[in-house]
């Protein structure tokens, strides 16, 4: 992974000492809390309905042993012994005081991370594909161009304090789309071009929130090397012409849409070539550099172990054979595998992790999985690199913890955001319902049945638990002071990119899970076979059948 | 009033005229974009160094024709969270040639000097009640940067070997 040189280390080092003043400032009365608000937030701290929250940013995803360790340690010493992971690939903790923040910061910047921009109207942590580096059907890594875009984007002047804030994610995976990038502000593929060189498609303007949008694709070839120009231009447009008037429109799929995807392509080119081949764009001598950190390493020559894994599955201990079916994913190389630890164990709020379990995650890192670890953007953890071998023995300590859940992309492997319980804009609570479908759905051959199907579920419409794009969305709304919540189905992040449709009106909360219950029972009865998952069913025989189960004893 | 121009603080010697008063025969002064398309001859015919303020909706191209008669260029930030002007300084330097006075004015912070600086701002008149002294720190609050700016024109992979 990539390492800090002495230059990005002073920056890091630089902001925690720059806001240790911001503070004090503040603290001391020097600047207001409106003039403090908009720096707190570059550096990722928010004040929530208790108190503040602090986001930490994980670039692209990509943890070390080392790392996670420390974020233990915070979580024990400044907050209340858990951190919780975000549908970006950062962890969040809950509960830190406002003092304690800089010498937060100071930590991080000891194991070379940081908050810089994970809120605030301005270029946000960029994603990546949970699989980078080590999916079978990818083409090429992701993650050096992620970490160049961290650095350009990481205080770029210009775009501070844009009209809203900004999301990029990078597939390097064209046939399937795992980081959703079609719902970001830039969504970036990493195709092939018509004589074999590689490139760049750039999506602009997709996202949820209130006004949901699928982005659309602006280039269709953009050769690498031009990245960074090319992304420098479309934030220019974005910063001269998007909307300020309104914070609601102000994000850039609303610019993109009240342009035109035609229109906005052609100011987007038309600035572009006036910064081309200029020298914002990397170099070859700089691409190397950061790809190195990223070249495969210490892979033993091992035999092909893909007969193993489908014996393992149907083995005699049933539970090991559920989890390596669910939770384990071909690797690129011979004789690993892929591992998600489902952070979604019944009953528990999903992506939530406490501090032992950071550090018992963090050894098992070491023994496992070359001391690396990725946070996935459906708040579970992904060992990248696991011997097929030891897969058992690394499922048996997994038990232990908690962390051994058989459910990766079945329904329980929910999306969630922290809802009414933690959040000032939530109309309702998220958290709960969760937890209830977890205990609900806790049979693991029912859940094995229903097969894939993502659930997704938001606590008011700025959708940061993306049900717009679930399988099956929830969305939490207020009616008269009472908690109630809409069903949508039909939704899919990824290169199918949907958006869910209304199921009809809002369920009470105690008939949500029994709603979700009816639908999924009928698409057992409806589907053509055990192959066809429910999205597909779904669009097969349209949202009638299901409306028809979920309202079946509804009291509107 | 005190400004902060070339990172020390110092008197603005600029008369800022509103639309309706009349435009004095001598001395320094600075008016609308409006303004000066209605009155151009007139404000270039007296003696006496010329500016103008932008809005912030006002960007760079729109006042590209006419660098090379102003002396100095004032932008609004209206709010310090609106970030056009930075696009404006950037363009203003960086497309349009413009080397004379670019001046932040407006709703300007200590904690924004760093990045106006950035983008090629070299005054800045401070909101109303601020601390100048102390807020010199604030072009100090980095030592390195990564990006190509006004400032620094190379990103930092062509600045030095890592």
């Known amino acids: ?556 | 009033m005190q400004i902060i121009r070339h990172r020390e603080i110092v008197a603005d010697t600029w008369l800022h005229l509103d639309d309706e008063t009349p435009v004095p025969d001598a001395g320094d002064v600075t008016v609308s974009l409006e303004r000066l398309r209605a009155e151009g001859e007139v404000l270039l015919a007296r003696r006496g160094a010329l500016g103008v303020r932008l809005r912030s909706d006002q960007l760079a191209h729109d006042v590209s024709d006419v660098l090379q008669d102003l002396d100095i260029i004032c932008v609004e930030f209206p709010k310090f969270t609106d970030g056009r002007g930075y696009t404006t300084g950037r363009l203003l330097r960086d497309r349009y040639g413009y080397t004379k006075e670019l001046r932040a004015v407006g709703h300007v912070l200590q904690d924004q000097l760093f990045y106006m600086a950035r983008c090629g701002y070299d005054s800045f008149a401070l909101a109303p009640g601020k601390n100048l002294e102390r807020a010199l720190d604030g072009f100090a609050d980095f030592s390195v940067s990564y990006q190509a700016a006004a400032d620094v024109r190379q990103p930092i992979f062509r600045r030095v070997s890592r």
């Open chain 1, 1 to 556: 992974m990539y390492k800090y040189d002495t230059i990005d280390q002073r920056i890091v080092e630089e902001r925690a000492a720059q806001f240790r003043g911001q503070v004090e400032r503040r603290l001391s009365g020097e600047i207001t809390e409106d003039e403090f608000k908009p720096l707190r937030l570059q550096n990722g701290l928010y004040m929530q309905l208790h108190a503040y929250m602090l986001r930490v940013a994980i670039p692209y995803g990509l943890l070390s042993s080392t790392q996670l360790r420390m974020l233990a340690h915070i979580a024990r010493k400044y907050d209340r012994g858990y951190g919780h992971l975000s549908t970006r690939q950062n962890i969040q903790f809950n509960w830190p005081k406002l003092e304690d923040v800089p010498s937060i910061l100071d930590d991080l910047a000891s194991v070379q991370m940081h908050a810089i921009q994970t809120s605030g109207n301005c270029i946000r942590n960029t994603t990546a594909d949970a699989y980078a580096g080590v999916a079978r059907d990818e083409i090429e890594d992701p993650r050096p161009w992620c970490e160049l875009i961290r650095q350009w984007s990481t205080f770029h002047p210009e775009f501070a304090f844009l009209p809203r804030k900004f999301k990029i994610a990078v597939t390097g995976a064209p046939g399937d789309d795992r980081a959703a990038v079609r719902f970001h502000d830039i969504g970036l593929r990493i195709v092939e071009g018509p004589d074999g060189e590689r490139g760049f498609e750039v999506i602009v303007g997709g996202g949820l929130g209130r006004t949901p949008f699928v982005g659309k694709v602006i280039r269709d070839f953009l050769p690498k090397r031009f990245l960074l120009s090319y992304l420098e231009a479309i934030l220019r447009v974005y910063n001269q012409h998007g909307r300020r008037d309104n914070k609601f429109k102000a994000r850039i799929k609303i610019l993109v849409d009240a342009l035109g995807a035609a229109e906005f392509k052609r100011l987007v080119e038309a600035e572009w070539q006036l910064i081309r081949d200029t020298a914002i764009d990397v170099t070859e001598e700089e691409l190397a550099r950061v790809e190195e950190f990223f070249v495969p390493a210490n892979y033993e020559t091992l035999p092909d172990t893909d007969s193993r894994l489908a014996a393992m599955r149907l083995g005699k201990n049933r539970d090991l054979g559920l989890w390596v079916s669910n939770n384990v994913t071909p690797h690129k190389v011979a004789g690993y595998g892929i591992v998600t630890i489902s952070v979604k164990a019944p009953g528990k709020p999903p992506g939530d992790i406490t501090d032992t379990q950071m550090e018992a995650v963090a050894d098992l890192a070491d023994r496992y999985s070359q001391g690396r670890l990725v946070v996935t953007h459906m708040q579970n953890l992904v060992f990248p690199d696991v011997k097929t071998d030891e897969l058992e023995s690394l499922w048996r300590e997994l038990v232990k913890l908690d962390l051994a859940t058989a459910n990766a992309g079945k329904l329980t492997d929910m999306i969630c955001c922290p809802g009414l319980d933690y959040c000032a804009l939530a109309n309702a609570t998220s958290i709960p319902i969760a937890e209830e479908l977890g205990r609900h759905f806790d049979d693991l051959d029912y859940l094995n049945d229903i097969g894939e199907v993502s659930l997704k579920m938001s606590g008011c419409i700025n959708a940061c638990g993306h049900h717009h794009i679930g399988n099956i969305g929830i969305l939490g709304i207020d009616k008269r002071g009472e908690e109630f919540y809409q069903l949508m189905l039909g939704g899919s992040p990824g290169n199918d990119a949907s958006l869910g449709k209304i199921l009809g009106p809002a369920f009470a909360k105690h008939e949500i899970v029994d709603a979700v219950s009816r639908v999924m029972a009928r698409y057992l009865e409806v589907r053509e076979s055990s192959d066809e998952r429910f999205i597909d069913t779904f669009r097969r025989v349209g949202a009638e059948p299901f409306k028809e189960a979920a309202y079946a004893d509804h009291q509107a």
